[in-house]
């Protein structure tokens, strides 16, 4: 079984991180939630309350087949000032592993830290302008090698059904679940 860690920081966007959890676990992807903090309870961008699975210091040491980096104006700040966070991601990224921004965590995480390496990616916004070591690209999504960026909250499914696609490594079972919710998606 494949399986991802979403990265949850304070001031998350919970609507990246959830939609993406559930059509990933819709296709039997094994998804793990990690506090980035030091308990496992995590305050998101609207003030809601979510109780990650687990704290990232107790998973650092496991390696995933993905990591998913919700945005979130604070969310996304937060993840690309963490040590632990950046080294869990570069760890993954040398290791081959999917490593997949949405909305603002292409540009605050990798980009802000040198993670972007020269690879095309998407962000939210105009954040694109402040990165100096990726290649912007204008589209929903932007595959380059293992990177995998979604624009934002609105392209969140079109982000989550790829990525499941992706690991899943079978279009047709994500198209049934893309149907199945009626989501037109276009791989």
Not at 44 to 61: K, N, T
Not at 84 to 97: M, N, P, Y
Not at 116 to 133: A, E, F, H, I, P
């Amino acid at each position: 079984m494949k399986t991802v860690a979403v990265l949850l920081a304070p001031g998350f966007e919970e609507a990246e991180a959830i939609v993406t959890v559930d059509i990933l676990r819709r296709l039997d992807i094994g998804v793990e939630t990690l506090s980035c903090s030091e308990n496992r309870s995590v305050l998101s961008y609207h003030q809601i309350p979510v109780e990650a699975d687990a704290v990232l210091s107790d998973r650092f040491d496991k390696t995933y087949d993905a990591v998913v980096l919700p945005g979130g104006p604070e969310g996304s700040l937060f993840l690309g000032r963490s040590e632990a966070v950046l080294a869990f991601v570069t760890r993954h990224d040398e290791a081959g592993k999917w490593i997949c921004p949405i909305c603002s965590a292409a540009a605050r995480v990798l980009g802000a830290n040198g993670l972007l390496k020269g690879r095309r990616y998407v962000c939210s916004g105009d954040l694109w302008q402040q990165v100096t070591d990726g290649t912007y690209v204008e589209a929903d999504v932007v595959e380059d090698g293992h990177l995998l960026s979604g624009k934002g909250l609105g392209r969140v499914f079109d982000f989550a059904f790829t990525l499941a696609a992706r690991l899943a490594e079978d279009d047709a079972s994500a198209r049934f679940q893309a149907e199945h919710i009626y989501y037109p998606w276009p791989s």
